[in-house]
Structure formats: C-alpha cells, structure tokens
Nanobody, 128 residues
C-alpha cells in the first residue's frame, strides 16, 4: 500500500480551478518535504511544486508559477495543491510524494526525487 493517496481531480474548463489533496500515512510526515508531480500522456513525469517540511518554503515549476499554490497541514498529515487559471496543457495525472528535506529548494523542482512508492494519482483534465 502506497503511503500517499491523492484526490480532488476532475474535468474542468480552461480558466477554471481545482484543489488537489494528498493524505499521507505510515511515515513521520513533518520529517519530509512534500511535492506534487504530474504526467501527461506520452510524456515523462515532471515535478510541479514542492513545500518544505514546515510549510514555510514553497517552489514551483515555471509553467505553473502564479497559478498554483502548494500548502501542507502537518497536524493532519495532508498536503494540497490549489490550481487556478487552468490551461489545457495542465491535463495530466497528478501524484504527490515525500522528498528528503534538502531536495526541495529554489530552482530544484525539475530535479525532485520522491522517496516513497507512487500512489494511484488523481486525473486532471482541462477542456479547451
């Protein structure tokens, strides 16, 4: 069983919003940074955003900067991704993952390395 479970995906029109959630279990949540990844059909999985263990520091891929907001709630072992102004190119399966704390840093979203097994993901489809 994967230690993370994603939810909140769906079908939305361009310009719309969705909020993804990630629930973690089986590990000490605030020992790790957390991240969102996505994989579009025919493409490799890519890092989207990460948040430090405390929630204080957040980083984003250039493609989503200004539109997506990552946050975490250590008391409840959850993480969220608020996605606004969605575009058709945001269509993908979205996954959450834990990271070593030092793996979440400015300019490093393209090099995120998860330390847990992947969950099932949650599908986001943006129609144009």
């Amino acid at each position: 069983q994967a230690p993370v479970m994603e939810s909140g995906g769906g079908l939305v029109q361009e310009g719309g919003s969705l909020r993804l959630s990630c629930t973690a279990s089986g590990f000490t949540f605030d020992d790790y940074a957390m991240a969102w990844f996505r994989q579009a059909p025919g493409k490799e999985r890519e890092g989207v955003s990460c948040v430090s263990w405390s929630g204080r520091d957040t980083y984003y891929a250039d493609s989503v900067k200004g539109r997506f907001t990552i946050s975490r709630d250590n008391a409840n072992n959850t993480m969220s991704l608020q996605m606004n102004s969605l575009k058709s190119e945001d269509t993908a399966m979205y996954y959450c993952a834990a990271l070593r704390p030092q793996n979440c840093y400015a300019g490093g979203v393209a090099q995120l390395k998860p330390v847990n097994n992947w969950g099932q993901g949650t599908q986001v489809t943006v129609s144009s």
